[in-house]
């Protein structure tokens, strides 16, 4: 096997000063030089260097292959690097990497945080929402950022998020001679920024009871929704019954406000939910962005069973409208170990799942909810609809 022709170089701000030898012969050996135009003159690599393209494409690199190359990335290259990028795009014997203090690390030893105690994430090309399952009382999350105004944009965000309270530490230039530290709370934010920065989050300041429930079952409120949306206390039985895992992938039939998928992607999972309404798909991508889950969910327009991927998921859920045929179409793509979940409001689709449930076994259960509400001077139950729920798991065949 031939040698590795491509060497990714974590690269920190004292440029080759603070390379190991290793890093340093396989820079001076590369025929040509990839990275974002600050990493190569920090490397002071010359006419070798080639900036990568603006939006970032390895179209340029993948076209040398067989030359000696080196890629310059920040510090660590696969946490929350471009090195994962880089190596997805190739086979393994093509690559080797060289890797230095990532940002993450060094943030983390200017703190004195445990890095295994810390959310890790990369928001220099993603949403701030994606904060919004982490941020709580007591919260420690250490985040890549943009460019040097996006510390601003991040405190006022928190801010409008309600928690401004919450202790933000600004490290700018880590590893450098340039480096600097500063801390100051979100909704007192008034530091002026350069670039390349990081942001730590302390969380000991907020509300007691801040910030999203770890578990299904969240309030309905958090929703944007019409009404079309699996109420609080049946999604929690319904996300129970779907039993998600990490990196497990859902169908959700009939998407309504697309709650199920959403507590599918917080819980770790990728979920597909189909919605034949365009108002209602737009309502679903709202619940997305605002819960800073995109690319966990992806959305059609359409019904099943036509409109499902061609792939197959491990969990499927059926909030409303199931017909035989659907079901029928379902079970011939469920896969060994696969779950599927139906609830029914109606009498005839509870019927559907009764005759279902003889058929194929699993689970039957009649859900009953009342809340209490006025009754003239008193109080009393009010009753909702009776929810049917069947669930089942596929079995190997015979």
């Known amino acids: 096997m031939s040698d590795p022709w491509l060497t990714i170089i974590g690269i920190t701000e004292d440029g080759p000063d603070g390379l190991p030898g290793a890093s340093l012969r396989a820079l001076a050996a590369a025929e040509i030089v990839f ?101 709580a009382r007591g919260c420690r999350i250490i985040a890549t950022l943009r460019d040097g105004d996006a510390p601003a944009a991040l405190a006022r965000w928190l801010v409008e998020q309600g928690t401004g309270a919450a202790w933000l530490t600004v490290l700018e230039r880590l590893g450098g001679p340039s480096e600097r530290v500063r801390i100051t709370q979100a909704d007192g934010f008034a530091l002026t920024c350069a670039a390349p920065v990081a942001v730590a989050i302390d969380g000991a300041d907020l509300p007691r009871g801040f910030g999203l429930p770890a578990v299904p079952g969240r309030a309905d409120a958090l929703f944007t929704h019409d009404g079309q949306i699996t109420k609080s206390p049946i ?57 800073g889950l995109g690319g966990r969910i992806t959305v059609i327009e359409g019904s099943a069973p036509e409109a499902l991927p061609s792939d197959t998921p491990d969990a499927i859920f059926v909030g409303g409208g199931a017909s035989q045929a659907l079901l029928e179409a379902l079970w011939a793509r469920l896969p060994p170990g696969a779950r599927l979940v139906a609830n029914a409001v109606t009498l005839e689709t509870e019927s559907l799942l009764t005759r279902w449930h003889a058929d194929h076994g699993g689970r039957l259960l009649r859900i009953d909810i009342a809340e209490a509400a006025p009754l003239g001077r008193m109080r009393g139950w009010t009753p909702a609809r009776p929810i049917v729920q069947w669930s089942v798991t596929c079995a190997s065949p015979e």
């Open 235 to 291: 999604r929690a039985l319904t996300l129970a019954a779907l039993a998600p895992r990490a990196g497990e992938v859902l169908w959700d039939i009939g998407g309504g406000s697309g709650s199920v998928a959403v507590e599918w992607a917080l819980a770790g999972g990728r979920a597909v939910t189909v919605e034949p309404r365009a108002d209602r798909i737009a309502t679903i991508r709202a619940n997305i962005d605002a819960f």
């Open 35 to 135: 990275g974002g135009p600050r990493h190569l003159a920090l490397a002071g690599v010359g006419a070798r260097g080639r900036a990568w393209p603006v939006p970032f494409d390895l179209a340029p690199l993948l076209a040398l292959r067989g030359r000696r190359v080196a890629a310059l990335v920040s510090g660590d290259p696969f946490w929350c690097g471009a090195g994962g990028s880089i190596a997805a795009a190739l086979e393994h014997h093509e690559w080797h990497a060289l890797p230095a203090p990532g940002v993450l690390s060094l943030a983390a030893a200017r703190l004195g945080w445990r890095l295994e105690e810390v959310v890790t994430l990369g928001l220099h090309a993603a949403p701030f929402a994606r904060l919004r399952p982490h941020l």
